[in-house]
């Protein structure tokens, strides 16, 4: 399936300023994630900035970058103003890869977008929980699938629930339990992208503080690819930096 991706770089950062600029082996970390995404096999790959600086940079490159406002209150609502500048056809595939991945898994793209179809509008991913710490931590995200693949809910809390198994121990993972963890990547068709914006906020969301939830409370079939295993970490903290700058150093 041809897909476009496109990576929305703020400069601010709360824990990490000026993150997207970040030098990793020579080259900023914003342009090493358009590097890594253009490995998807995508038709194209495009930088969402608001900041003179970002938009440099990506040109230095050869990276191409849009120009978008200010005041987006998230990198979904920038994505899809870069589609509508663009003139993308509604029925293109978009997906929304966070600037502070320059790790990902390019294959990972490509299968989130080829779940987007005429009766799903968007599409994540999702991997198996192994460790009993993580199913427990309500910052690592967890989700529910029925029988197609598509989502039931996301949530911070266990979920399912392993009733049996739980009320034994909760030192251990059941055996046979496999919960799964949601990873922030997403595709949309341009028609979804496009509408999302409009939707109004949900009870859920505000309680999770999980923005996802706002497509299932309004009836929108969300489908998630499960991949083997945990891609590799963002960047969201220093430690992080460190620890990809020295995966840079040894290649």
């Not at 990576?7 to 914003?30: E, F």
């Not at 809910?153 to 030192?171: E, V």
Request: aromatic letters at 6%; glycine letters at 6%; proline letters at 7%.
């Amino acid at each position: 399936m041809a897909f476009i991706v496109i990576i929305p770089a703020r400069l601010a950062s709360t824990r990490l300023p000026g993150k997207p600029l970040a030098d990793l082996g020579g080259k900023p970390m914003v342009v090493r994630v358009a590097e890594q995404a253009a490995l998807s096999g995508a038709a194209r790959v495009i930088v969402a900035t608001d900041h003179e600086s970002i938009r440099a940079a990506c040109a230095a490159h050869g990276v191409e970058v849009c120009m978008t406002r200010s005041d987006h209150p998230s990198g979904t609502d920038r994505i899809a103003e870069v589609a509508r500048t663009l003139e993308l056809p509604l029925d293109a595939v978009v997906v929304n890869l966070q600037g502070d991945e320059p790790l990902i898994d390019p294959a990972l793209l490509a299968a989130c977008a080829a779940q987007i179809s005429a009766a799903v509008p968007m599409a994540t991913c999702a991997h198996p929980l192994h460790d009993v710490a993580d199913a427990f931590n309500p910052n690592v995200v967890k989700v529910v699938l029925d029988k197609n693949g598509r989502a039931l809910y996301f949530s911070r809390s266990t979920i399912p629930w392993h009733r049996d198994g739980f009320a034994q121990s909760k030192d251990s993972l059941p055996t046979g339990y496999v919960p799964l963890r949601h990873i922030g990547l997403y595709a949309y068709s341009n028609a979804f992208l496009q509408e999302y914006p409009q939707l109004s906020a949900s009870p859920l969301e505000a309680i999770e503080a999980l923005e996802q939830l706002r497509v299932l409370w309004h009836g929108v079939a969300i489908a998630v690819h499960v991949t083997d295993s945990a891609p590799a970490a963002g960047v969201d903290t220093p430690e992080d930096l460190a620890r990809v700058q020295a995966h840079y150093r040894a290649q």
